[in-house]
């Protein structure tokens, strides 16, 4: 038979834990408090580590050094580059499709008509390098620096280049058919025939130039100027437009 409710409380109180002062706790409670406050510090621990930097796993611990190395005509597709020193590589017609090149030092590299279809190049150092006649569609050069490289007919539809230094950049002929260019800087750069086509630059900067000439003839469809104005037809430019 159940125990009645009287006596079950009379008993309750003869236990050892009736007797405890308030805010202590029994074994079970101690046994389950152990764990809790380990994954507390644990978790503490991680976003430390996060906010630290101590996340970010992008480098291996011995950076590739190949700092002036010949790779032409290379097949380098899938290789990992991740932080590498490539200054003054030379990488014509390479092929380096889905590379791992995030943070890698490639300033001064030449990679004259190279396929870097679907790479990632985030955070790269490309200054003063040689990207003309070079494919870069659908790669990720995210806030890379591009400032002083030739990308003359450089292909880059569509290609994510959000946030990148493109200062004083040769950008005779480039193509950035649908390309992300949120936030980049194309102070001082040289522009003739560039192609935005369906490229969103808003908050970009642009020197105060002038957009009238033929050279910008058919090269502003279906764009997102600096302030936001997107443009409705290929004549139309983002003249007026390009304050953020």
Same mark, same amino acid.
Request: with cysteine.
């Given at each position: ?7 079950? *409380?009379? !008993?309750?109180?003869?236990?050892? @834990?009736?007797?405890?002062?308030? +805010? ?25 580590? *996060?906010?630290?930097?101590?996340? !970010? ?10 700092? /002036? ?13 991740? #932080?590498?020193?490539?200054? /003054? ?16 030092? *490639? ?34 050069? @995210? !806030? ?28 005779? =002929?480039?193509?950035? =058919? ?19 086509? +369906? ?7 642009? !020197?105060?130039?002038?957009?009238? +000439?033929? @050279? ?21 430019? #983002? ?6």
């Amino acid at each position: 038979m159940p125990q009645p409710l009287a006596s079950w *409380l009379a !008993d309750r109180r003869h236990r050892p @834990e009736a007797g405890r002062p308030a +805010g202590t706790r029994g074994p079970m409670a101690r046994k389950l408090w152990g764990p809790v406050l380990a994954a507390v510090v644990v978790g503490a621990l991680a976003l430390w580590a *996060l906010a630290a930097g101590g996340g !970010d796993d992008i480098c291996p611990e011995e950076p590739r050094r190949l700092a /002036g190395h010949d790779f032409d005509n290379a097949v380098l597709q899938g290789e990992n580059f991740a #932080c590498a020193d490539l200054r /003054g590589a030379t990488l014509q017609y390479a092929e380096l499709d889905d590379a791992d090149l995030r943070n890698a030092d *490639l300033r001064n590299a030449d990679l004259y008509e190279a396929d870097v279809f679907d790479a990632d190049l985030s955070g790269a150092d490309l200054s003063g390098a040689n990207l003309s006649g070079a494919v870069f569609n659908r790669s990720n050069l @995210e !806030d890379a620096n591009l400032t002083r490289a030739d990308l003359g007919a450089g292909n880059f539809e569509p290609a994510n280049l959000a946030g990148a230094d493109l200062r004083w950049a040769d950008l005779e =002929g480039t193509i950035f =058919g649908k390309a992300d260019l949120r936030g980049v800087d194309l102070r001082g750069a040289h522009f003739e025939y560039t192609i935005f086509h +369906g490229s969103n630059l808003r908050g970009a900067r642009f !020197d105060d130039i002038d957009l009238t +000439g033929p @050279e910008w003839e058919n090269s502003w469809k279906n764009t997102t100027c600096p302030d936001g104005h997107v443009t409705d037809h290929a004549r139309e430019s #983002c003249a007026g437009h390009l304050s953020p």
